[in-house]
Each structure stands twice: as C-alpha cells, then as structure tokens.
C-alpha cells in the first residue's frame, strides 16, 4: 500500500528567510489547508524543477507526524500542496 496521498491543492504558507553561519535559505514555518494551520518544523530537501519555461521550488517538509511536499512557482507566486504522507498511518 502506497502511503503517499496526492493533494495537488493550493495552499497558503508562511515563510522565514535565514542567513547566518550556519544556514542559509527559505524554511517554510506554517501551512494553511482546508482552513487549519500546520506547524511545519523540520525541512528535508529543496531542490529546483522546471515545467517548460517556469522555475519552481519542492520543499519536502514535515509537522513531527506528517511529512509534505509543497511546490513553490516562482512565476506565479504561489504554493501548492502536492503530496501527503500521513505518518499515523506507517
């Protein structure tokens, strides 16, 4: 059984810049879905993908139980949730 759930939805997330000696980067901190506010706390990869001409950015992130996958489209500016992989469940 696959545990991974396609969402492919619009999402409203918030965002912290960082640039210190450790890191630098974007850390997406909270997601909006369905109206419920999520805690993200931990970020595994980010990497770049291209659809045609657009840039967009996955950021694999996780709340402590789930793990998520959002798109971020640099051209249109907004997020999407693409996948769900509901840590209850493994």
């Known amino acids: 059984m696959n545990p991974i ?3 492919n939805q ?3 997330v918030i965002v ?3 640039r210190s000696a450790r ?3 974007v850390m997406p ?4 879905h369905h109206g419920v506010d999520i805690s993200l706390t931990k970020l595994g990869l980010c990497y770049p993908i291209r659809h045609g001409s ?10 402590g139980t789930n793990d998520y996958s959002l798109e ?5 500016l907004r997020w999407t949730l693409l996948s769900l992989i509901d840590g209850a469940s493994l």
Not at 29 to 32: A, E, G, I, L, P
Not at 72 to 76: A, H, I
């Open 5 to 7: 759930v396609s969402i």
């Open 10 to 12: 619009p999402v409203d």
């Open 16 to 18: 912290s810049f960082s």
């Open 23 to 25: 890191t630098t980067g």
């Open 29 to 32: 901190v909270k997601m909006r």
């Open 54 to 63: 657009r840039l967009c950015y996955i950021f694999d992130v996780s709340d």
């Open 72 to 76: 971020f489209d640099t051209t249109t």
